[in-house]
């Protein structure tokens, strides 16, 4: 989408959204597949032409779902923050809900601005599967022990190069490293959780970080061998890459600005 030229007039606003990842082929447009960028610009052309730009804050995959997902629309309309956020609302599929819109400064930005994202991954541990969970949960029947897995991720902890967590592609060049803040394993009945924090992800990091996660647990890996996988720099010493369906954005940092 191209906005109207002219810095003056120009408004930036940021829409702050969840979506249901199941109906999507993930955030950005591709062709001959729907996204939610596709499904948001849609609905902006219905109330406010096509005279704007979105940005969004991640590249999130096929069937990744999102609690919160952070929008930057820059437009010369001057319809005010709450009336297009109900206008969208409107117009947007049941799939995708629009939480909050406001206006931020002209230099924000969706992406560039983030100080950290918070990623949640959802483990049905299980021996019967949840036919409500279904495509919003991993079913894992064999019995996880969270204490273990939970000392285990902390080795995730810190700034580190992690080409072992990343699935390889053109979208992945130049500095590998990331600094995760936190990570941690909690239990809540049968559901599992595994919620890490960072200044970024590479491409398939979270996924991959669960997947060799169950791999310790199924005693496949040691548990203290997490940080040698890391300092390997090689994506074959670490597990497999779990599905998408249990993976949620579930939180994104701007410090002051949200």
Same mark, same amino acid.
């Given at each position: 989408?191209?906005?109207?030229?002219?810095?003056? =007039?120009?408004? =930036?606003?940021?829409?702050?959204?969840?979506?249901?990842?199941?109906?999507?082929?993930?955030?950005? /447009?591709?062709? =001959?597949?729907?996204?939610?960028?596709?499904?948001?610009? $849609?609905?902006?052309?219905?109330?406010?032409?096509?005279?704007?730009?979105?940005?969004?804050?991640?590249?999130? @995959?096929?069937?990744?779902?999102?609690?919160?997902?952070?929008?930057? !629309? #820059? $437009?010369?309309?001057? +319809?005010?923050?709450e009336r297009l956020k109900a206008a969208l609302n409107r117009w947007l599929p049941l799939s995708v809900a629009v939480n909050d819109?406001?206006?931020?400064?002209?230099?924000?930005?969706?992406?560039?601005?983030?100080?950290? #994202?918070?990623?949640?991954?959802? /483990?049905?541990?299980?021996?019967?599967?949840?036919?409500?969970?279904?495509?919003?949960?991993?079913?894992?029947?064999?019995?996880? @022990? &969270?204490?273990?897995?939970?000392?285990?991720?902390?080795?995730?902890?810190?700034?580190?190069? %992690? &080409?072992?967590?990343?699935t390889l592609d053109n979208r992945e060049k130049g500095d590998m490293t990331r600094t995760v803040k936190a990570f941690s394993v909690?239990?809540?009945?049968?559901?599992?959780?595994? &919620?890490?924090?960072? @200044?970024? %992800?590479?491409?398939?990091?979270?996924?991959?970080?669960?997947? &060799?996660? !169950?791999?310790?647990?199924?005693?496949? /890996?040691?548990?203290?061998?997490?940080? @040698?996988? +890391?300092?390997? #720099?090689d994506r074959a010493f670490a597990g497999p890459t779990a599905p998408a369906c249990g993976l949620y954005l579930n939180r994104v =940092?701007?410090?002051?600005? !949200?």
């Open positions: 989408m191209q906005y109207l030229p002219g810095a003056g =007039n120009l408004r =930036n606003l940021l829409l702050t959204i969840s979506y249901d990842g199941k109906s999507f082929h993930g955030w950005q /447009i591709q062709q =001959n597949a729907y996204t939610v960028q596709e499904a948001l610009q $849609t609905a902006a052309e219905k109330i406010i032409g096509g005279s704007f730009e979105i940005k969004g804050c991640s590249r999130t @995959d096929a069937g990744v779902h999102a609690n919160m997902y952070c929008v930057s !629309l #820059k $437009t010369g309309h001057p +319809i005010p923050p819109c406001r206006e931020v400064s002209a230099d924000f930005h969706a992406r560039y601005s983030c100080k950290s #994202k918070e990623y949640i991954y959802k /483990i049905w541990n299980s021996e019967v599967r949840s036919p409500f969970l279904e495509g919003y949960a991993l079913h894992y029947r064999y019995p996880i @022990d &969270t204490k273990l897995l939970n000392t285990a991720a902390q080795a995730f902890v810190g700034s580190h190069d %992690f &080409t072992s967590f990343c909690t239990r809540a009945d049968e559901l599992v959780t595994m &919620t890490v924090e960072a @200044d970024g %992800f590479l491409y398939n990091m979270v996924r991959i970080m669960v997947g &060799t996660l !169950l791999r310790v647990q199924q005693g496949k /890996i040691p548990a203290d061998g997490i940080l @040698d996988i +890391i300092e390997k #720099k =940092n701007y410090g002051d600005v !949200l």
